[in-house]
């Protein structure tokens, strides 16, 4: 699975629309339009993952820069960021550091 992030949204995306759009280009497989919880409104990007890495650059080619409802869309392949260690400290976690003894 590749994951694509999907930027320049109209805040007023239904993901059924966005779908359709991108669909003619290639397989998706999850569509997540990212929306504020206080109005519902679209924040202005999305994420999709599709099948293969050969459907995602079809995507790419096709739909970044181009204009969708009046806006100019962004497309590219996301960058996993690596899990980091959680900030608080629970007991038994190996992360945790004793203090030494003097």
């Known amino acids: 699975m590749t994951k694509l992030f999907i ?3 109209p805040d007023n995306i239904q993901e059924m629309d966005l779908a359709i759009h991108v ?4 397989q998706i497989d999850t569509i997540k339009v990212v929306r504020d919880r206080a109005t519902g409104r679209c924040k202005g ?9 050969a459907a995602a650059n079809n995507i790419i ?10 806006n100019t869309l962004t497309v590219k392949i996301s960058e996993e960021l690596p899990q980091q260690k959680p900030a608080y400290k629970k007991a038994g ?3 945790k550091k004793k203090r030494a003894r003097l």
């Open 93 to 95: 976690d190996p992360y």
């Open 61 to 70: 080619d096709n739909l970044n820069g181009e204009t969708f409802k009046g």
């Open 45 to 53: 990007f999305a994420f999709l993952e599709v099948i293969d890495l």
């Open 23 to 26: 669909s003619i280009y290639g």
């Open 7 to 9: 930027g320049g949204l």
